[in-house]
């Protein structure tokens, strides 16, 4: 009995081993965080430029932190922003659902890794074979362009939604 438990628990560690291998990685080197999809929902938003319907989803560290009102997040919060294209409900045009899957962007906070773009790393994984964004590590100067308007909250659009 112990042996085929012995055999079970390397077998899947093995599995988790080979898994993590296969997570693209962007090129900057954050990998993409399978676990994001199961994160608790922070707020959902809908970006009209690109039609996208979105949920931001985050680690516990950062769903803590969040609802503490603690600003700068602290090292070891992770962000997703998960986005469908949106498109009419077919049985219910006024309605407005998720589409097809667009893509996965990921803040990772880490004051001192980086510190030159206010503490958060960037990533991107486009489409259902989630390729990495970027031609190199420079894309993320496109993210923080982009996040520089909001710095007086810790670069974040987002904000926990409340409910009574």
Request: proline share 7%; charged share 20%; hydrophobic share 45%.
């Amino acid at each position: 009995m112990l042996r085929i438990v012995l055999v079970f628990l390397a077998l899947q560690l093995v599995s988790g081993i080979i898994n993590a291998a296969e997570r693209p990685v962007a090129p900057n080197g954050i990998a993409i965080y399978p676990e994001y999809i199961n994160w608790k929902v922070i707020a959902p938003s809908y970006r009209e430029d690109k039609g996208h319907i979105r949920i931001i989803t985050g680690n516990k560290i950062a769903v803590e932190a969040l609802r503490a009102g603690i600003k700068p997040l602290p090292d070891g919060s992770v962000l997703a922003k998960v986005a469908w294209k949106a498109e009419k409900h077919p049985s219910f045009p006024v309605a407005t659902v998720p589409g097809a899957f667009a893509q996965v962007e990921f803040m990772v906070k880490d004051a001192k890794k980086y510190k030159d773009t206010g503490g958060w790393g960037f990533a991107r994984f486009v489409g259902n074979d989630l390729k990495p964004y970027g031609k190199d590590a420079g894309f993320v100067g496109e993210c923080f362009g982009c996040h520089i308007p909001v710095a007086n909250n810790d670069y974040l659009f987002t904000k926990i939604v409340k409910t009574p």
